[in-house]
């Protein structure tokens, strides 16, 4: 009997902790913006729909788990892509068994370009701007623990960025 009601005690405790995560997240909206004209959000040589929707739903789940951490109480953030270009690009002259094998060059760094705005629980508008994010050297760099998600290079530019920017605007407000 004490087992079955640990059990209980530990699923109440998964699902407030749940639920928490989710109204945190809630106060993340990311948006893509025409993500028709982005340069490269392609799951293979010759795109399909699901893979871009794949994409966007992982941007979506780590900038909703990462940028919560950056966020006082009642914070929201908003982040409007206007472009992407992921890090690698693929290379249909190696052959068709490779036209969905992401090649990692120098010559294809990631780049993102976003609008964001950070408002405060009042509503007030703490920090906003554009942003183009590139890294040249992704490939020197030394992956953070645990990153190691096929968005690994973009997530640690976003990282990068939260770190800069919202951490800082934390600390001033």
Not at 124 to 132: F, H, L, Q, S
Not at 135 to 145: E, G, K, W
Not at 148 to 164: A, F, I, K, Q
């Amino acid at each position: 009997m004490k087992t079955r009601s640990s059990g209980l005690v530990l699923a109440c405790c998964i699902a407030v902790a749940a639920s928490a995560a989710a109204s945190d997240a809630s106060n993340v909206t990311v948006i893509f913006d025409r993500p028709e004209n982005f340069r490269d959000v392609k799951d293979a040589f010759v795109p399909t729909e699901k893979g871009r929707d794949d994409i966007f739903a992982e941007f979506r789940r780590f900038l909703a788990d990462r940028a919560a951490s950056y966020l006082d109480q009642g914070q929201r953030l908003e982040i409007k892509f206007t472009d992407i270009d992921l890090a690698g690009d693929f290379e249909p002259h190696v052959g068709t068994r490779f036209d969905a094998v992401r090649i990692m060059k120098d010559v294809y760094p990631p780049r993102l370009e976003f609008d964001f705005k950070l408002t405060g629980a009042d509503g007030r508008v703490i920090k906003e701007g554009k942003r183009r994010l590139t890294d040249m050297s992704y490939l020197q760099r030394i992956i953070r623990p645990g990153n190691d998600g096929s968005l690994r290079y973009e997530e640690d530019l976003l990282t990068d960025w939260m770190h800069e920017d919202l951490a800082k605007a934390k600390s001033a407000g």
